[in-house]
């Protein structure tokens, strides 16, 4: 990037801090928080390269939001409210006209829908891939953030929202499958804007006995939630297939137990709930499915609607 | 990187991240941090990209200890205390072996020097330049961190330890210019580890009217303070050249003064003072030289020993 350009960043990013005190106008070399007593600050990073992480055909925007929204999906699987975020953007000299106004006016459309601002970051250039890392802080009362460790057998194993569609959203934009117009606007959609399940995320507080959100796939984030709670293959859990949640664009779709149970990227919160609180996903802010339970040992069994046990055969679940 | 190259880097990070109960061992979506009633958070967060912010020869344990200083010597420049870090590491397969091992021994070593840890991350593969972000967290006394603004006509302009010698180092290191063996190695240790003035940063609290850390160069970093401080060129700035602490390694190389007075990358704290404080520059913990003072508009003017402007000529420093 020319000098000229980096100005230009810096006059794109300002607006993105302006009525946050804290960010000091960007002028500073750090941010200033106010800490607020009887709280725990909530801390998350990730980072996105172009090609691997996001496709050169992404609309720049939605780059942006999924890139703030997969951090905020981690203060929701952790219980806290956002606060704020920090970010670091590698870019190229050759990036197209109208490109970092594009993802910036997406970070300014999520920033006022989540109540968060750009608190302070860094601009780079590189001769690669463009990449972007993200820091976003949260907060949740002092003691009562939701964590992988604290499953119990008996616990009851729930999933909101609906599974899958994020990976066959993947599946449609990269011409691996075909879907219905409306089904793969909607799938494509998942992919590149989930929606972090904050709300949820504040209402398990003092439920969930064990929360993260689905960024790898469910059986593998699962497989997550047992080896923190548990150790030395302590726990397991039985996945009924049939009870899965999947939207009425995924289940028509080929592939969709699949996408299901090991697609990545759905956002959605995964917990365990003690069966004493079942009464209370009936009041949860967004729809909760009950999909088995943890058990002691055995790791994880995925059982057909009739109770068969269903096993991975290539890229397929089949009965044996 | 292949699944078992993250798996490896998950046992080098963990390492970091131990005796830091908010860490969470590194197993979950986020870190969690208590909040100090008075105090108030200190963010910063920079990326460097092989090539650009580092060379592929420098030793992978400077170079990370590099990322960290400079994260650091923002802290440094607010009168902050460090308390922890968040990493994002953009990796490419063919990473020489050992290269990560030693990149996390440098992480590990300036850990321990500076008595912080890691809170948490993200690895993630580039097929492009290696690329890292750091965000590193701080606190400071509410209503203490020092910022930009607040210089006034009649500060002192102070500067800590000596300039110009990590441009000078980098020079050296390139191949630009010819140094004795002890001076090349000092130098070159002054480009790949710089020193964050974490202890001066805290005694300034309550003493300095502005301060920041000299990255893009003395000249450059003064105008920031000037621009952040006054508005509308209201403040401008006398630098005295004969006062400009010069390392004895530096002192006797060509291009010394050009590199004390837009050389980057020092990290010594540039700070106006009130001048009813000059008699607590004694007290400080690291030699402070004082090279001017704030004054009126007028821009920054550059003097020689003589009282005679110095003007920019290419790309030396001369009489008109």
């Known amino acids: 990037m020319a000098l000229g350009e980096f100005q230009m960043i810096d ?15 960007l002028t500073d070399d750090a941010a200033l928080l106010a800490q607020q007593p009887g709280t725990q600050l909530v801390l998350a990073k990730d980072a996105i390269v172009e090609a691997v992480h996001f496709r050169k055909e992404d609309p720049p925007g939605t780059v942006a939001q ?4 997969q951090n905020l999906s981690d203060l929701a699987a952790m219980g806290a409210e956002p606060v704020g975020y920090l970010t670091a953007f590698g870019l190229r000299r050759d990036l197209p006209e109208g490109w970092l106004e594009a993802f910036v006016a997406g970070l300014a459309e999520d920033q006022a829908r989540f109540g968060i601002h750009l608190l302070g970051g860094d601009t780079v250039s590189t001769r690669g891939p463009l990449f972007f890392s993200l820091t976003v802080l949260g907060r949740v009362p002092a003691g009562a953030a939701l964590t992988r460790a604290g499953a119990k057998p008996g616990d009851l194993v729930c999933v909101s929202g609906t599974l899958g569609d994020s990976a066959l959203g993947l599946a449609v934009l ?16 998942r992919y590149r804007v989930p929606e972090p399940r904050l709300a949820l995320g504040q209402a398990l507080r003092g439920l969930a006995s064990a929360c993260l959100d689905v960024s790898d796939g469910l059986l593998g984030d ?18 009924r297939a049939g009870d899965l949640p999947l939207s009425p664009a995924a289940a028509t779709l080929p592939g969709a137990l699949e996408a299901a ?44 609607s009739a109770g068969a046990l269903l096993t991975l055969s290539g890229r397929s679940w089949t009965h044996f």
């Open 11 to 25: 006059r794109l990013l300002k607006p993105l801090a302006a009525g946050c005190p804290g960010a000091l106008g």
């Open 66 to 69: 999924k890139l703030l929204r």
């Open 174 to 189: 990269e011409g691996r499958i075909a879907a219905p117009a409306d089904s793969a606007a909607y799938l494509a959609g």
């Open 222 to 239: 699962l497989g997550h939630i047992l080896a923190t709670s548990g150790s030395g293959g302590e726990l397991g859990a039985l996945v």
């Open 261 to 304: 149970l090991t697609g990545g990227d759905d956002y959605e919160l995964l917990f365990t709930l003690p069966p004493r609180h079942r009464d209370r996903l009936a009041e949860l802010p967004v729809p909760v499915a009950v999909i088995g339970e943890i058990r002691s040992g055995g790791g994880t069994e995925v059982l057909d």
